[in-house]
């Protein structure tokens, strides 16, 4: 199937853990986006990459690095994960970067928990 | 503060009706409005997106409206089947507090009866 797919589905850990999260798009889109959902359902993007070049990081703490090893995937790394931090984390992509008013394909989601 | 809300929450109809399902949000300081699928289990699939500027989209069976002086998008779905049986989804596109957002509504389950 063409689409956007995220690893793991679902994800508990311990505070003070380092944890990875992975999206894969087989669209051939160029650009990437992480989106953190909030308690009133909000998507909040997080980042965006565009040839896996960072283009957009949304005031998101230090301890969370994208890294993009090329433009089919775009994985999250959070370091000293924190209560706070669990969430539902949505990746997405588009054809090109087109800032909001573009088309996004979504993938599955993350719920990350944190204890 | 933006406020998406749709209506049904659910429905359920004989394979063959058009159909309507509707969405309205509180604040007309979009970018876009956006229609989307979800099927049990996977993700978002998008289906329609309306810039502000514009007033409908077409694609297939599909056609999505958007009046954003008054809060409204509708999606009409004609000629219905079965495999449209999913949650659909509206999401408006904005800035909220200096920070791009997706906001969405609840979904409408919609349950086409062969």
């Known amino acids: 199937d063409t689409a956007v797919s995220q690893t793991p589905k679902y994800l508990v850990t311990q505070m003070g853990n380092d944890k990875s999260i992975k999206c894969e798009q087989n669209?051939?889109?160029?650009?990437m986006y992480w989106y953190k959902q909030d308690s009133k359902k909000f998507l909040k993007i997080m980042f965006s990459?565009?040839?896996?070049?960072?283009?957009i990081n949304e005031t998101v703490p230090n301890r969370f690095s994208p890294k993009s090893p090329d433009k089919a995937h775009l994985n999250l790394h959070i370091n000293s994960l924190e209560l706070g931090d669990s969430a539902v984390y949505f990746c997405?992509?588009?054809?090109?970067?087109?800032?909001?008013?573009?088309?996004?394909?979504f993938g599955p989601g993350t719920r990350l928990t944190v204890l | 503060k933006q406020e998406v809300t749709q209506i049904p929450a659910a429905l359920s109809v004989p394979e063959g009706e058009n159909l309507v399902l509707n969405c309205s949000f509180t604040?007309?300081?979009?970018?876009?409005l956006q229609w989307f699928r979800q099927d049990p289990g996977k993700g978002l699939t998008s289906l329609l997106l309306?810039?502000?500027?514009?007033r409908e989209q077409t694609s297939g069976r599909l056609n999505a409206s958007l009046d954003k002086s008054s809060g409204r998008s509708t999606l009409y779905i004609a000629a219905s089947q079965p495999g449209d049986s999913a949650t659909y989804l509206c999401?408006?596109?904005?800035?909220?507090?200096?920070?791009?957002?997706?906001?969405f509504g609840q979904g409408t389950r919609l349950t086409i009866n062969p």
């Open positions: 604040d007309s300081a979009i970018y876009n």
């Open positions: 990459y565009n040839n896996k070049e960072l283009i």
């Open positions: 669209l051939g889109h160029d650009t």
């Open positions: 999401a408006v596109r904005t800035i909220i507090q200096g920070a791009q957002k997706l906001v």
């Open positions: 997405a992509s588009s054809p090109v970067y087109s800032g909001p008013f573009g088309t996004q394909y």
């Open positions: 309306i810039q502000s500027s514009q």
